[in-house]
């Protein structure tokens, strides 16, 4: 991690995250204007404030290789701004090159050592920009004073306007870089309203400003009209002991004539009010009325959102969990079966809603959407199109669905391998090639997300040129990859072969395939994530990724099975339903062995504990039951010797000295802790049916 002053380590994550989120937000900016040619008065001024802020953040918490870097990049959308600039193509590689150096440096600070990077060659380029901007303008101003003071969208504080309102802002005692804060507050205030003027000035770029905000505050005018939302922006902001407002232009111009005085040792606004006491006494917010237009005002210490550390999340995720096992294991303790407890079996029930709640309130709060995975590929798409000089539309359905933020964590890669492979391999090189196969010259690729019976369901899809099973079948074969003879493989057999290690359809390794770790890279991180991936394709007419993911991956509802004394659990979300049967019911087959004919579809039977080798009594089927089983289009009986019943469970991963063995493969997902302190192992239902 990087070394900052102790003071300013707790803000480091709050630095880190707004950073990241400014960013993508420039990024989806620059890519929206791009495809639509122009920039909008709404958009230079977005862009303009993410470089401010993104500058004085960095100068507060000491990195002043991308202080410099930001205000760059302010530099040129403060001449686009002020004169119009509508020529501005050029900009858009160069800035998005500015964003990959700046989100790579955040991801160096957060490494264990971190040494500023050198950033004199983008800088130059960014400068040689502005300066090709300030050509564009027509009796420009010199373009170095035009790009050294974009404080100057602040008006002269000789304005005083009757419409005006001006507010003192004191800051709490001893709390140091008060100049740096003032910045970032003010920048916010100008997100609200219109500022007119601000004292003391250049706090961006000036510390001794700092001892002067300490002492008499720091001054803001603006907007009359925008009061109130300037008092709830107030209330919300950290590290403000105290503020007071001015109305009275009398006062103002006053204020103003002290504050260049040097007769006056505090040029700070006297108002018929008294100077501010530096309490931090709750004061509810100012009336409407000038009445009390000068008394100052205590900022509550109350936000109505707050960012929180992801560690802490997972531990108090983990809490839950074992709070959840404990509960089980105090309610089915074997030392109170037969006991007539009426009363503990009601505070049982109340305790298992308390801890249902408690659990549906901790999930909900670690479920994100996947727009910002989503809208990630958008840079992505953006980038190989130039490259490859393809003309592809990125289509995105469903952002909107919430999965846990672990899962989200783990999807950018996937998303990306799968999103590059799509334009890479599926896309047609050439429009006329398109064209010539009578399909539309622009090309698509379509991300969507859906939920569906405690799942995710990801789609990437493509109309391009689909997969040659042929063709991958022979470089599986080249490559020793087979695991059964060629003509046993069905075309989706065929196909899922690219997820394999060190496949790839491509002969010469480019900047974007053909070394064979792309896919074997998002199998990999999708099954981490307790997912499944599936591929179809038909040729000429495209292909489709399917990811189904589970919405959270440490809790879920089981329904406990014995087999041979061996207690196991399957996911509820994967049953369809349990029945017994007779032994004149079965259908024996030579090649596909014993399957039950239900509501006139045909299921393969799989006994269990011949697939686990378990010694079990229960070997007849009418001293058993089946419970039908469904993932992925695919359905089958499982044969157990009974049902023990519904059970919420606390998923554990098998310890990391189980990982030489393939276990999963196997159809074992992880382990829970059972209410009497024994293991039951958790049914992966999609690998049992694949494997």
Known sequence: MANIDPGMAAMLDAYLFESSTLLEQLDEILLRTEEAAT????????????????????????????QQLSHKGEDMFFLIRENSIEDTSFIYDLVFRMSDLFKEEIDLIQGEEYNPTDFSDIIKQLEEGAERLAGKVSGAPEPVAAVAAPAAAVASAAVVDSDSITVIVHFEPGIEMENLRAFLLLNKIMEETEVSD???????????????????????????????????????????????????????????????????????????????????????????????????????????????????????????????TTESMVISNPELEGLQLESFHKAARDLRKLTDELQDTVMSIRMVPLSGPFSKMNRIVRDMKKALGKDVELIIEGESTEVDKSIVD???????????????????????????????????????????????????????????????????????????????????????????PGFS???????????????????????????????????????????????????IDGMEIEVGGTIFTIPISMIRQSFKVTEDQIIRDTQRGEMIMIRGECYPIMRLHEKFNIMSEVTNFEDGILILVETENKSVCLFSDKLIGEQQVVVKPFPAYFSRYNIKGAGLSGCTIMGDGSIALIIDVTNLIEN
């Open 198 to 324: 601000s004292f003391p000035k250049d706090v961006d770029s000036d510390p001794s400003t700092a001892a002067e905000i300490a002492n008499n505050g720091f001054r803001v005018t603006f907007k009359a009209e925008d009061r109130e939302s300037v008092v709830k922006l107030l209330e919300v902001s950290l590290n403000i002991d105290n503020y007071e407002f001015i109305e009275n232009p009398g006062d103002l111009a006053a204020a103003n004539a002290a504050a260049v005085s040097p007769a006056v040792e505090t040029p700070t606004a006297q108002s018929s009010a008294p100077t501010p006491a530096k309490s931090t006494a709750a004061v509810s917010p100012p009336p409407a009325n000038a009445a009390n237009a000068g008394a100052p005002h205590a900022a509550p210490a109350k936000q109505s959102i707050i960012s929180v550390n992801l560690a802490k999340l997972d531990q108090l995720h983990d809490i839950v969990g074992e709070i959840i």
């Open 410 to 500: 783990n999807l950018n890669d996937p998303l990306m391998h799968l999103v590059r492979n799509c334009m890479d391999h599926g896309i047609e090189t050439t429009s006329e090639e398109r064209v010539a196969l009578g399909k539309p010259e622009k090309a698509f690729i379509k991300l969507a997300a859906v939920n569906a019976s405690g799942e995710v369901v990801i789609t990437i899809s493509d109309d391009g040129k689909g997969i040659d099973h042929d063709r991958v079948l022979d470089k599986a074969e080249r490559l020793g990859l087979l695991m059964k003879p060629r003509g046993d493989y069905s075309e989706r057999e065929a196909q899922n072969l690219i997820t394999m």
């Open 505 to 555: 359809t491509n002969e010469e390794v480019t900047e974007y395939s053909g070394r064979g770790v792309g896919m074997d890279v998002v199998k990999q991180n999708i099954e981490k994530c307790g997912g499944t991936i599936l591929v179809e394709s038909k040729i000429g007419a495209g292909t489709v990724f399917t990811i189904k993911i589970p919405l959270t991956l440490a809790i």
């Open 39 to 66: 920039f909008t008065e709404d958009d230079i001024n977005e862009i303009f404030r993410i470089m401010h802020t993104i500058k004085g953040s960095s100068a507060m918490m000491g990195f002043e290789s991308l």
